[in-house]
């Protein structure tokens, strides 16, 4: 059983409408509810749906007036953020919409009229209807029709829903209509102030059973998998989407598409093909201030065919995401600044295939480390010099590659050229040819470059002498061993100014060298914990900042968890996540500054307080949610995915106001979201582990939600998950036995507040709990569910007790509770 089936949604918000009804309108509602004959819609007149959800008038993208193109469009009428859902003329601009409008013609037709009084856009719809009968009309769920009898519902002759452009609402169509052989796809605009279609689009496959991201038409780069009644079979997380439901295929006589409802009415919710090339879905609920982001498909964008164009490099470490190859520059420089790569790069320089004489023969520039363009020829060849050979001989060869054999690629074949990290040397070379004049510029020209060069030598260097566990290492390791080598070459320098702090910027990542340490730590003396990889000690900077310094210890170890943390937490910022300021290497030693959180961990509150500090049920609350958005953020939002792998009390820190900070993601798995999954060594801390982690399966984020669920049993119960030998008195089978029965939820809170709790949030609390220790892990929700459930978007079913207490129930021995609470811990 998927866990789609467990949620449903909640009630109709009423007050989430009033707070929408307030929000700020972009256009005057001047216009009349219907277009009809002779009345026109013109300048700042705009349609509205009935209940308001929707508007339908001229508008310009990024709202710039100036700009002189103006559309026709849809929006959400009361959201204060203009979204562009639907555009008519969207290849056809306007430039004056005060003398431009759309008509209901003689004809029966919808028409955009421009300032000239030619037709720029128009239904063309066959059907002939009586004049005095027909209007269009703007519905509540964003389908525009034009109504042959505007009383009549079922004269509808023509519709936007039939005619989408880059949004699939609820209630839309995605598929194809078997008497036209028109297909209702989805294109992407072509970059975010033009909305002209692009080559990417969303359409059905040739026998209507799945969904395809295709490129100019024909090259597919994301295909849903096919449709087996219920979910499309590589979209298996459809069955988790709870803002989707009924999800159907329609095919009869006229039409074969799907289509699928909004499960949550206080909820809007939409699948956009943007013109990053991407399938997403976003989200605005109740309380929320902008739209979120649910779902992406693929979720990397250099997965997106030919997204930076011919020529042109994607690289996902860096910023710009796309950038031409060395002695190319954009087609289109304005496109180009306007995100619209389509047109991609063009040399800069034209070869001098021709002319064979000495010095003026094209010469090769190598691309170390990269994922080779898509579709080379393969032609024969034994070595690399015969592979430049056969190029050099053939003027329609722009690059080629040896790989046993030669890779060759012809001239505006050059897509999805990709740079890998330089630490994973996992890529390949490839060598792009130029004209002999070009290579100066290219590798002489630029001190920078010098030193890049003579920096990547150093740090191969560096790399060799330290082990070849450094490989490994991500682009924030080797920024590091760069600081590292700098600071080496500069160790007179550096101990001249220990003596002075100097304030680091508050957004960065501050290397302390280690007199700076021993002072703000007053030499080590406030100890505040210690944990397996080392001791945690109190400090405080020159300018008053409280710190928190924990000393790695055992270098054997202490190396990989060092470069884990630094490389892991010192890139990413969430208020639920502890934030990295800084570190520090000087001989063996090795630190990690963060900040300090006064109010200590969560496992000391809950196991070493008196019940006259003990934490309240709000604050348990508070901290069960926000450790829930911090791992969601985690799972879902960082570039790649990461599993934190040790989800427990311990590493729960508390601020000055009790708001939850996860810490201590030594231990975490990064992969690429191109995986689904990742196998590992056994990690984390006995007690919270997942039965695949001692089935010794490959693992999921999933592994967290369970240690989160044994986490969220023990801040409802105050008792540690660890602390009975027997079956029938282990807490999470108490809560579970409890939950699935219906029982008493208050029985299960922590003596400690004598019911003093809402119980509505115990009861949520528990069944969620319940869920996360589901020990199959489709059965478990997500993180980012866990965080919707607990805020009270979603209402959550009745669980089952998860089948592995129910079998060990059956024999509640001390040899079946130790294998049950899971083996010790153990590192990478």
């Given at each position: 059983?998927?866990?789609?089936?467990?949620?449903?949604?909640?009630?109709?918000?009423?007050?989430?409408?009033?707070?929408?009804?307030?929000?700020?309108?972009?256009?005057?509602?001047?216009?009349?509810?219907?277009?009809?004959?002779?009345?026109?819609?013109?300048?700042?007149?705009?349609?509205?749906?009935?209940?308001?959800?929707?508007?339908?008038?001229?508008?310009?993208?990024?709202?710039?007036?100036?700009?002189?193109?103006?559309?026709?469009?849809?929006?959400?009428?009361?959201?204060?953020?203009?979204?562009?859902?639907?555009?008519?003329?969207?290849?056809?601009?306007?430039?004056?919409?005060?003398?431009?409008?759309?008509?209901?013609?003689?004809?029966?037709?919808?028409?955009?009229?421009?300032?000239?009084?030619?037709?720029?856009?128009?239904?063309?719809?066959?059907?002939?209807?009586?004049?005095?009968?027909?209007?269009?009309?703007?519905?509540?769920?964003?389908?525009?029709?034009?109504?042959?009898?505007?009383?009549?519902?079922?004269?509808?002759?023509?519709?936007?829903?039939?005619?989408?452009?880059?949004?699939?609402?609820?209630?839309?169509?995605?598929?194809?209509?078997?008497?036209?052989?028109?297909?209702?796809?989805?294109?992407?605009?072509?970059?975010?102030?033009?909305?002209?279609?692009?080559?990417?689009?969303?359409?059905?496959?040739?026998?209507?059973?799945?969904?395809?991201?295709?490129?100019?038409?024909?090259?597919?780069?994301?295909?849903?998998?096919?449709?087996?009644?219920?979910?499309?079979?590589?979209?298996?997380?459809?069955?988790?989407?709870?803002?989707?439901?009924?999800?159907?295929?329609?095919?009869?006589?006229?039409?074969?598409?799907?289509?699928?409802?909004?499960?949550?009415?206080?909820?809007?919710?939409?699948?956009?093909?943007?013109?990053?090339?991407?399938?997403?879905?976003?989200?605005?609920?109740?309380?929320?201030?902008?739209?979120?982001?649910?779902?992406?498909?693929?979720?990397?964008?250099?997965?997106?065919?030919?997204?930076?164009?011919?020529a042109s490099i994607c690289n996902l470490q860096d910023e710009p995401l796309c950038v031409c190859i060395d002695g190319f520059g954009p087609k289109h420089q304005r496109d180009w600044d306007l995100s619209d790569h389509s047109g991609g790069c063009v040399r800069k320089t034209p070869?001098?295939?021709?002319?064979?004489?000495?010095?003026?023969?094209?010469?090769?520039?190598?691309?170390?480390?990269?994922?080779?363009?898509?579709?080379?020829?393969?032609?024969?060849?034994?070595?690399?010099?015969?592979?430049?050979?056969?190029?050099?001989?053939?003027?329609?060869?722009?690059?080629?590659?040896?790989?046993?054999?030669?890779?060759?690629?012809?001239?505006?074949?050059?897509?999805?050229?990709?740079?890998?990290?330089?630490?994973?040397?996992?890529?390949?070379?490839?060598?792009?040819?130029?004209?002999?004049?070009?290579?100066?510029?290219?590798?002489?020209?630029?001190?920078?470059?010098?030193?890049?060069?003579?920096?990547?030598?150093?740090?191969?260097?560096?790399?060799?002498?330290?082990?070849?566990?450094?490989?490994?290492?991500?682009?924030?390791?080797?920024?590091?061993?760069?600081?590292?080598?700098?600071?080496?070459?500069?160790?007179?320098?550096?101990?001249?100014?220990?003596?002075?702090?100097?304030?680091?910027?508050?957004?960065?990542?501050?290397?302390?060298?280690?007199?700076?340490?021993?002072?703000?730590?007053?030499?080590?003396?406030?100890?505040?914990?210690?944990?397996?990889?080392?001791?945690?000690?109190?400090?405080?900077?020159?300018?008053?900042?409280?710190?928190?310094?924990?000393?790695?210890?055992?270098?054997?170890?202490?190396?990989?968890?060092?470069?884990?943390?630094?490389?892991?937490?010192?890139?990413?910022?969430?208020?639920?996540?502890?934030?990295?300021?800084?570190?520090?290497?000087?001989?063996?030693?090795?630190?990690?500054?963060?900040?300090?959180?006064?109010?200590?961990?969560?496992?000391?509150?809950?196991?070493?307080?008196?019940?006259?500090?003990?934490?309240?049920?709000?604050?348990?609350?508070?901290?069960?949610?926000?450790?829930?958005?911090?791992?969601?953020?985690?799972?879902?939002?960082?570039?790649?995915?990461?599993?934190?792998?040790?989800?427990?009390?311990?590493?729960?820190?508390?601020?000055?106001?009790?708001?939850?900070?996860?810490?201590?993601?030594?231990?975490?798995?990064?992969?690429?979201?191109?995986?689904?999954?990742?196998?590992?060594?056994?990690?984390?801390?006995?007690?919270?582990?997942?039965?695949?982690?001692?089935?010794?399966?490959?693992?999921?984020?999933?592994?967290?939600?369970?240690?989160?669920?044994?986490?969220?049993?023990?801040?409802?119960?105050?008792?540690?998950?660890?602390?009975?030998?027997?079956?029938?008195?282990?807490?999470?089978?108490?809560?579970?036995?409890?939950?699935?029965?219906?029982?008493?939820?208050?029985?299960?809170?922590?003596?400690?507040?004598?019911?003093?709790?809402?119980?509505?949030?115990?009861?949520?609390?528990?069944?969620?709990?319940?869920?996360?220790?589901?020990?199959?892990?489709?059965?478990?929700?997500?993180?980012?569910?866990?965080?919707?459930?607990?805020?009270?978007?979603?209402?959550?079913?009745?669980?089952?007790?998860?089948?592995?207490?129910?079998?060990?129930?059956?024999?509640?021995?001390?040899?079946?509770?130790?294998?049950?609470?899971?083996?010790?811990?153990?590192?990478?």
């Amino acid at each position: 059983m998927g866990f789609s089936r467990i949620l449903r949604p909640s009630c109709l918000s009423l007050s989430f409408l009033i707070l929408l009804s307030f929000s700020l309108n972009l256009h005057c509602s001047t216009g009349s509810e219907t277009i009809s004959l002779g009345r026109p819609l013109s300048g700042n007149q705009t349609l509205i749906s009935p209940q308001g959800n929707f508007a339908l008038g001229f508008f310009t993208p990024g709202g710039s007036s100036s700009s002189g193109r103006h559309y026709i469009g849809i929006w959400y009428n009361k959201l204060p953020d203009q979204t562009i859902v639907w555009v008519a003329n969207r290849d056809r601009p306007v430039s004056d919409p005060t003398r431009s409008s759309l008509n209901l013609s003689r004809d029966g037709n919808l028409a955009l009229l421009d300032e000239s009084g030619n037709t720029v856009w128009s239904t063309n719809s066959t059907s002939m209807v009586s004049n005095s009968t027909a209007a269009a009309v703007l519905l509540d769920n964003g389908n525009f029709v034009l109504r042959a009898d505007v009383e009549n519902s079922s004269s509808t002759i023509w519709e936007s829903f039939d005619h989408p452009t880059d949004h699939w609402l609820p209630g839309g169509k995605i598929g194809y209509n078997k008497i036209s052989n028109a297909k209702q796809i989805l294109a992407s605009w072509r970059s975010p102030l033009n909305p002209a279609p692009s080559q990417f689009t969303l359409g059905p496959s040739q026998n209507g059973s799945s969904h395809e991201l295709l490129w100019n038409g024909s090259q597919m780069y994301w295909t849903s998998g096919v449709w087996n009644g219920r979910i499309f079979s590589l979209v298996p997380e459809l069955q988790l989407n709870y803002y989707v439901t009924n999800m159907t295929r329609i095919s009869n006589d006229k039409d074969d598409y799907f289509t699928y409802d909004s499960a949550v009415p206080s909820a809007f919710t939409r699948f956009v093909v943007e013109s990053s090339g991407q399938l997403k879905q976003y989200v605005w609920g109740r309380n929320f201030t902008s739209w979120t982001l649910f779902w992406t498909r693929p979720t990397q964008q250099c997965q997106v065919y030919a997204f930076c164009g011919v020529a042109s490099i994607c690289n996902l470490q860096d910023e710009p995401l796309c950038v031409c190859i060395d002695g190319f520059g954009p087609k289109h420089q304005r496109d180009w600044d306007l995100s619209d790569h389509s047109g991609g790069c063009v040399r800069k320089t034209p070869l001098n295939c021709t002319n064979n004489a000495v010095g003026e023969v094209d010469k090769f520039r190598t691309l170390p480390n990269m994922q080779y363009p898509s579709n080379p020829e393969s032609w024969p060849g034994g070595n690399l010099q015969e592979c430049e050979s056969l190029c050099l001989a053939n003027c329609s060869c722009d690059a080629f590659a040896y790989d046993n054999g030669c890779l060759i690629w012809k001239r505006d074949h050059m897509f999805n050229l990709q740079q890998l990290l330089e630490a994973e040397r996992v890529g390949k070379d490839i060598h792009v040819r130029v004209a002999s004049s070009e290579i100066p510029s290219i590798e002489d020209n630029s001190a920078v470059k010098k030193r890049k060069k003579h920096t990547r030598t150093v740090l191969i260097v560096v790399a060799a002498t330290v082990g070849s566990g450094f490989v490994t290492l991500s682009a924030a390791g080797l920024l590091l061993l760069v600081i590292l080598w700098r600071r080496s070459n500069n160790a007179s320098a550096a101990a001249a100014a220990d003596d002075k702090y100097e304030p680091r910027d508050d957004n960065s990542l501050s290397f302390f060298n280690y007199k700076e340490l021993k002072t703000a730590t007053k030499n080590f003396s406030e100890k505040l914990g210690e944990g397996g990889f080392g001791a945690v000690y109190k400090g405080t900077l020159p300018n008053s900042t409280l710190i928190a310094v924990k000393q790695l210890k055992s270098l054997q170890q202490s190396e990989k968890q060092f470069m884990a943390e630094v490389k892991t937490i010192g890139t990413i910022q969430h208020i639920n996540l502890v934030r990295l300021r800084g570190f520090s290497v000087e001989s063996s030693k090795r630190f990690l500054v963060y900040e300090y959180m006064p109010n200590g961990s969560l496992e000391s509150l809950l196991f070493h307080q008196t019940t006259a500090t003990t934490l309240s049920w709000r604050f348990r609350y508070q901290i069960a949610a926000g450790s829930a958005r911090g791992l969601a953020y985690l799972h879902e939002d960082c570039r790649d995915c990461i599993i934190h792998c040790d989800i427990k009390p311990d590493n729960i820190l508390l601020d000055s106001e009790y708001n939850p900070k996860v810490a201590d993601l030594g231990l975490a798995k990064i992969f690429g979201r191109e995986f689904s999954r990742v196998l590992t060594t056994m990690r984390g801390t006995r007690g919270y582990l997942a039965p695949e982690w001692i089935s010794g399966e490959a693992i999921t984020p999933k592994a967290d939600v369970f240690s989160y669920g044994m986490l969220l049993c023990e801040i409802i119960s105050g008792r540690r998950n660890t602390d009975s030998s027997e079956v029938d008195s282990y807490f999470p089978f108490e809560l579970a036995s409890a939950v699935s029965r219906g029982g008493d939820v208050a029985s299960l809170l922590d003596d400690k507040l004598e019911g003093n709790a809402d119980m509505e949030e115990v009861g949520r609390a528990c069944r969620v709990a319940c869920w996360c220790i589901q020990d199959n892990e489709k059965d478990r929700p997500t993180m980012r569910q866990v965080v919707q459930i607990l805020d009270g978007v979603c209402e959550v079913n009745t669980p089952a007790v998860p089948r592995f207490l129910e079998r060990y129930a059956e024999g509640s021995s001390a040899a079946t509770m130790n294998y049950l609470q899971g083996m010790s811990s153990s590192k990478e």
